[in-house]
């Protein structure tokens, strides 16, 4: 299919999904009538029959966007953390945690850590940290409405700077095609120091558990919890699947581990380490050339092996219940890759059907080339309000870039990876802080805690990171993409307005922090 240069008709596709799933927040009915949308505009565009052309057009371009190494990697995933979930793994962990945490502090911390070690999925994250978790919170007075934030805080701020993460997986194919990066992968580790919002929002979880300045709701919420009342859902939350009682910590760490040290490998192997190009043979040189999606693959391939071996020999899971629960996991990933498929088709008709990347670059070029000074901050603050509206980050960062990307390239090239950074993050404070969100609803229900509470108590710790990483967007731009600077600026504004809003009204609450 040759392209068709649609003018400003091509970029209405994109603006028909946007309008429709802020209107709706369902984004699976919007991907689909913005392809739609495209298909029928390519269609009418080349003299093509308007009902069967346009039919013919939208399933024939979805079948070439699929990446099946990508679906097959995301389902392997979903089953991996399913059957360690079942092994009885993370438990073990929480039993652990509470023979050897003696302090509300060390609670605290344990939490954030088990929530940054869960880094390649944020389902898992938010179904296991809350379930092994809340007892020990409870024991040391610690309210549902704090441990409902930290696990959202360490799971998709976590995977989206997790090289070997389903997000990771997603943001290199919303990537493919592009011709801009040397790989996939190489892109998405560029991102990862200028993802301001996800490394903030790690630092403010660190930064309030160590200083206890908590504000606004959620410092209310700290202060009940002092006083007996942890609040939530008393005896609520998400569980896991029916784990065995007899798993240990190294069931939850050797899997992970496998996935860590297989991926790491097949990174090296597929882009050439052990080849016969010397160019390749350096781990940074292969890295880069690496095919990512294939190499995540056997990563996971490997990782469910190593996982089989671990329990089925051993009674763990037995093995009629572990290929059972390989299904069960990949049943959870089915509505993320029913979005990738869509957000991919839509990629593909605005960007090899209808020229939308080449109408939007030439309409943004005409501004003239002051334009770049902000683009890396209102990118942020379009993404974040997408991501927000609809709840979901893939299906933004699927959504813009394909857009932003060739946009910035004919604005400024030097602050191409700023650009897609900002995209990211954007994309991540909306899903993180939506009420409609899957991973805020799952950060909710593993805490036991109520969802609006837990809205309500976190949305102004991400309004905070969310405003300071902007202002860390705008000092990039003006600064030519400066990355301490700006990240320095923003992490600094952060330190400052914490201390500032916790002072405002009395310092009663920092006494929780030990």
Partial sequence: ??????????????????????LTKEVLSSLLIGILAG?????????????????????????????????????????????????????????????????????????????????????????????????????YQVSRAKLAYIIDSTAAPICIIAPVSSWAAAVGSSLKGNGVFESDM???????????????????????????????????????????????IRGGGAEPPKSNPNGTVADMLVPIAALIVLAV??????????????????????????SAASALVWAAFGAVLVAFVLYVPRRLVPFTDFMQGLVEGMKLMLPANIILILAWTLSGVCRDLISTPQFVESLVTSTG???????????????????????????????????????????????????????????????????????????????????????????PYALLVAGCSAVGYLVAGLSGGNLWLSLGTATALLIVATVTLHAWKGGSARAAAV
């Fill in 1 to 22: 299919m040759e392209p068709y240069a649609a003018g400003w008709l091509s970029i209405v596709p994109p603006i028909i999904a946007i309008a429709l799933a802020l």
């Fill in 39 to 139: 298909t029928l505009i390519y269609t009418i565009g080349t003299d093509g029959n308007v009902i069967m052309g346009t039919l013919q057009t939208t399933f024939t371009l979805m079948g070439n966007k699929v990446d099946f190494n990508i679906l097959i990697f995301t389902s392997l995933l979903g089953a991996l953390v399913y059957v360690v979930a079942m092994s009885g793994g993370t438990k073990a962990y929480g039993t652990w945690a509470v023979e050897r945490v003696k302090s509300r502090r060390a609670t605290l911390t344990s939490t954030t850590g088990l929530g940054i070690l869960i880094f390649i999925d944020d389902y898992f994250n938010c179904l296991s940290v809350g379930t092994v978790m809340r007892p020990l919170c409870d024991r």
């Fill in 186 to 232: 190489a892109a998405f580790i560029a991102s990862i120091p200028w993802n301001f919002y996800a490394l903030l929002s790690i630092f403010m979880v660190v930064f309030i558990i160590w200083t206890g300045l908590d504000f606004g709701p959620m410092r209310r919420c700290e202060e009940r919890a002092l006083a007996g009342d942890v609040g939530g």
């Fill in 265 to 290: 490998l097949a990174l090296m192997y597929s882009g050439g380490y052990w080849g016969d190009d010397p160019a390749y043979h350096s781990f940074q040189s292969s890295i880069g050339n690496s």
């Fill in 369 to 459: 080339a002051d334009f770049s000074l902000f683009l890396p901050a209102i990118v942020f603050v379009i993404a974040a309000f997408l991501a927000f509206s609809t709840g979901t980050a893939w299906g933004t960062f699927g959504i813009l870039i394909p857009i932003v990307v060739p946009v910035v390239q004919g604005v400024d090239p030097s602050l191409t990876t700023v650009v897609l950074s900002a995209t990211l993050a954007g994309s991540v404070f909306g899903d993180h802080c939506s009420p409609i969100s899957d991973t805020t609803i799952l950060s909710s229900a593993g805490a036991g805690c109520n969802h609006i509470e837990h809205v309500s108590t976190q949305l």
